[in-house]
């Protein structure tokens, strides 16, 4: 009886993370589909899924949105900067805050997590001027400064908790054998966390890749990113284009998706951090 019991529960939790990767995978699945269809076949139904694939939909793409490649590529520069920006910060900080005990410490963290609690549109409001008065519009300084002084916080929080798993006591080693104390944690604790690093950038730069309310709001023609000139391409005088937005759809999305298959553990270790707790 208790054998069934095991095999009941094994078979319905197989069920439900079958359901799971097929509701995850259905979208990412339809949009590369999509792209190698010709127009009439992708809002076929019955859905088509045998069908001669062509890559008309992406030749299609310089005539759609003609600066969707400089677009993408201001995506590029946006999120390898601000990702690495933003871990030179989160890496300082979260070692002021793991190894220094100050009280004068609890001011600036309950600063950092009060940052993650504003929405950006909030912040957007009084950064407007601000930008638009050292006439950096349109540039992709905006995006930039705005994408670590959103993302530092989460970033530092996260590497925190990773160099507070790092016992003290190897950098007091280090220390008696002659190292500083600075020294000792980026030649022995650093090293350990390098793995937590390399996952939180990937989650920091996911974060850049997508964003889609700065770039709206702080750009206009040559410093637009990938994501709003998708959304713009929607808004064609001659009807949507399917077709092509889902070929772009697919272009922006693909460096992510291979990015996110070879730091899977990393990114999984990220994000259920606390979780458990010997």
């Known amino acids: 009886m208790n054998v069934l019991v095991a095999l009941g529960r094994r078979g319905l939790m197989y069920v439900l993370l079958a359901a799971a990767v097929v509701w995850a ?12 269809k010709h127009g009439s076949e992708i809002w076929a139904y019955p859905p088509t899924i045998l069908f001669e694939p062509t ?4 030749r299609d793409i310089p005539v759609l949105a003609p ?11 946006v999120t390898l900067v601000t990702t690495m920006a933003t871990l030179a910060l989160s890496v300082g900080a979260a070692f002021v805050f793991s190894r220094l005990r100050a009280g004068w410490l609890k001011g600036p963290a309950l600063l950092v997590i009060l940052v ?7 912040v957007i409001i009084p950064l407007y001027p601000i930008f638009a008065g050292l006439g950096l519009l ?6 930039i400064l705005a994408g670590i002084a959103f993302s530092v916080s989460v970033s530092t929080l996260l590497l925190k908790t990773f160099i507070d798993d790092i ?30 690093i390399g996952a939180i950038g990937l989650f920091v730069g996911i974060t850049i890749w997508n964003d889609y309310l700065f770039p709206l709001v702080f750009t206009s ?19 949507v284009r399917w077709g092509s937005l889902l070929a ?3 272009v922006h999305l693909a460096p992510m998706l291979v990015l996110v298959m070879l730091l899977y553990r990393q990114l999984v270790t990220v994000m259920t951090v606390g979780a458990v707790k010997g």
């Open 138 to 143: 349109d540039t992709l300084a905006p995006l």
């Open 55 to 58: 890559l008309a939909n992406y």
């Open 248 to 250: 772009m759809s697919t």
């Open 116 to 122: 993650r609690m504003f929405p950006p549109i909030i």
């Open 67 to 77: 600066m969707y490649l400089p677009n993408l590529l201001n995506s590029v520069v």
């Open 167 to 196: 016992p003290i006591e190897l950098e007091e080693a280090a220390q008696i054998d002659g190292c500083g104390r600075l020294e000792a944690f980026v030649r022995v604790t650093l090293p350990l966390v390098t793995p937590a």
């Open 221 to 239: 023609t040559e410093a637009r990113t990938a994501p709003v000139a998708i959304a713009i391409a929607i808004n064609n005088p001659d009807g």
């Open 25 to 36: 995978a259905f979208p990412i699945a339809f949009l590369v589909m999509g792209s190698l």
